[in-house]
């Protein structure tokens, strides 16, 4: 199974603020997705990035995908409070019928102020 | 929304009891997952299903069982319900993209407390 770690775990911000969140692996990433999950309810994909170096802009928000497909970050450009909640990176593992079993980062869990 | 739901969304049992969770869909889609979902441990696959009575279990699968009698349906039943079984189910469905890539859609997660 392949191991996620994603940081910071939490991060508090004030409205206006720029971030960045990371997701990293030891093995190289076939693909990945990013989610975001509002309390009380399940998580939401975002993006999903596929090609080593690749960048996806969705509004303020900008994912980035390692060259060798081990790493991936998320940046907010002028976050507001509507961004609150808990982002999650995810990515498939092994191939064939193992390439339907998502794994999960823990997640980082964002509180923007206003 | 994708048309799945979940149901209950909120049961409390006592140790020792059966607790069966069902997931309905009405996308047609081949896979259907169980997560849970822990402080601290993030979200962990419990079992998923790649079509009608065709299952398989994740890294967490100890203790559950699952069924899928129909596409639209996977029930995930816990026969003797413990403490440690106290945690927040999530069902998701997947599509898989031309580009390969696997997505998931999540339902709205049950919230289940093991006294």
């Known amino acids: 199974t392949q191991l996620l770690e994603q940081s910071p775990q939490f991060l508090s911000i004030q409205e206006g603020e720029n971030l960045t969140v990371y997701c990293n692996s030891s093995?190289?990433?076939?693909?990945l997705q990013w989610y975001r999950q509002e309390p009380g309810e399940g998580p939401v994909l975002l993006v999903t990035v596929v090609t080593g170096g690749e960048v996806k802009k969705l509004k303020r928000l900008t994912f980035q995908f390692g060259d060798a497909r081990k790493d991936s970050s998320l940046h907010i450009t002028a976050a507001q409070p509507g961004d609150t909640g808990l982002y999650l990176c995810?990515?498939?593992?092994?191939?064939?019928?193992?390439?339907?079993?998502?794994?999960f980062g823990k997640g980082t869990k964002l509180s923007v102020i206003p | 929304d994708a048309g799945i739901t979940q149901s209950p969304r909120h049961k409390v049992t006592e140790t020792g009891t059966p607790v069966t969770l069902r997931c309905h869909q009405t996308e047609n889609h081949r896979y259907m997952y169980w997560y849970r979902q822990d402080p601290g441990h993030g979200l962990r696959l419990i079992h998923y299903s790649y079509g009608v009575k065709d299952t398989d279990k994740g890294e967490v699968s100890d203790g559950y069982s699952v069924s899928r009698s129909k596409t639209e349906d996977f029930l995930l039943t816990l026969e003797s319900a413990t403490s440690s079984q106290t945690s927040v189910y999530f069902c998701?469905?997947?599509?898989?993209?031309?580009?390969?890539?696997?997505?998931?859609?999540f339902g709205a997660g049950s919230r289940l407390t093991v006294l």
């Open positions: 995810a990515s498939a593992g092994g191939s064939g019928a193992g390439s339907y079993q998502l794994t």
């Open positions: 093995s190289v990433f076939s693909s």
């Open positions: 998701a469905i997947s599509a898989h993209l031309v580009s390969g890539a696997n997505v998931l859609t």
